[in-house]
């Protein structure tokens, strides 16, 4: 079935983001308040970015799985768009900011060209997602389920 491709794939993102969420709040936290490395703000901007990372990664894990549901029932070209989009957002987006952050805070360096092309171009892969999966619900066609013959 198309639709239980995205349902997959969205409940593994929603795994990973109750599992990063879960390190932020415990191990990174702990680490950095443990840690004299970086002053009050850079420790609240790292926490900052970390939540947001996690939020959004959780929030599209969920439109991933509405994008293969609602597949089960409007056939669409889009939906296929949507549920890679947002793949590709939480990938850009979340994930540049959880590597951003993690390599901060392992290594002392920025890696700021990640975070430049990858972050902003996930978030747009977000936008775009949203309006696939809004145009999908205009323009798509309700699916037929065919019945074999011995069904009938």
């Given at each position: 079935?198309?639709?239980?491709?995205?349902?997959?794939?969205?409940?593994?993102?929603a795994a990973i983001?109750?599992?990063?969420?879960?390190?932020?709040?415990?191990?990174?936290?702990?680490?950095l308040t443990a840690d004299t490395?970086?002053?009050?703000?850079?420790?609240?901007?790292?926490?900052?970015?970390?939540?947001?990372?996690?939020?959004?990664?959780?929030?599209h894990s969920i439109a991933i799985i509405l994008t293969g549901l609602i597949s089960v029932n409007v056939c669409s070209k889009l939906l296929s768009y949507a549920g890679s989009f947002f793949t590709a957002g939480i990938i850009g987006f979340s994930g540049g900011l959880l590597i951003y952050n993690a390599t901060l805070v392992i290594s002392g360096t920025k890696i700021l060209p990640i975070v430049i092309a990858a972050v902003p171009l996930g978030g747009i892969s977000f936008i775009i997602?949203?309006?696939c999966l809004a145009a999908s619900l205009w323009t798509g066609n309700a699916?037929?389920?065919?019945?074999?013959?011995a069904d009938s």
């Open positions: 079935m198309y639709g239980s491709k995205w349902i997959r794939i969205g409940s593994i993102f983001g109750v599992a990063c969420g879960a390190l932020g709040a415990h191990a990174l936290k702990t680490h490395t970086f002053n009050v703000e850079t420790t609240q901007m790292i926490l900052d970015n970390w939540s947001t990372a996690v939020h959004y990664l959780l929030i997602g949203w309006c699916c037929s389920i065919k019945t074999s013959k």
